[in-house]
């Protein structure tokens, strides 16, 4: 059974760049044909899909997050990765890497990590 595993600094300070890493454990980011997805939830908000990358290395974001967001995957670590750029404090959320058959997973899809606390502040 695949599981994921999200890691990163669990605060930032405004106007950097948030990195995490999302490792995979029990399948292969190459094989099948799956989307890795990156989703957050913002304190008293609902979920928020940021964007993926499929088992082809094609990648997908958001319309109102596409210019701050980048994800890539690292095919000999069997990790993907998401970069979000000019973080402010409303980017604090926990932060999800999810792996679901659909492009943007609901919350009782797919395989989720168990998510991660970044908190963007000074």
């Known amino acids: 059974q695949v599981q994921l595993q999200e890691s990163g600094p669990g605060l930032v300070k405004p106007s950097q760049t948030l990195s995490l890493t999302c490792t995979i454990s029990?399948?292969?980011?190459?094989?099948?044909?799956?989307?890795w997805s990156w989703i957050r939830q913002p304190p008293g908000k609902g979920l928020e899909w940021m964007g993926a990358i499929n088992s082809l290395g094609n990648t997908y974001y958001s319309p109102s997050l596409k210019s701050r967001t980048s994800i890539a995957r690292d095919t000999s670590k069997n990790q993907f990765t998401l970069q979000l750029s000019s973080v402010t404090p409303e980017d604090t959320a926990v932060y999800y890497c999810?792996?679901?058959?659909?492009?943007?997973?609901?919350?009782?899809?797919?395989?989720w990590g168990p998510g991660t606390q970044v908190t963007v502040s000074a």
């Open positions: 999810v792996r679901d058959d659909r492009k943007v997973p609901t919350r009782d899809s797919g395989s």
């Open positions: 029990g399948g292969s980011i190459t094989t099948g044909y799956y989307y």
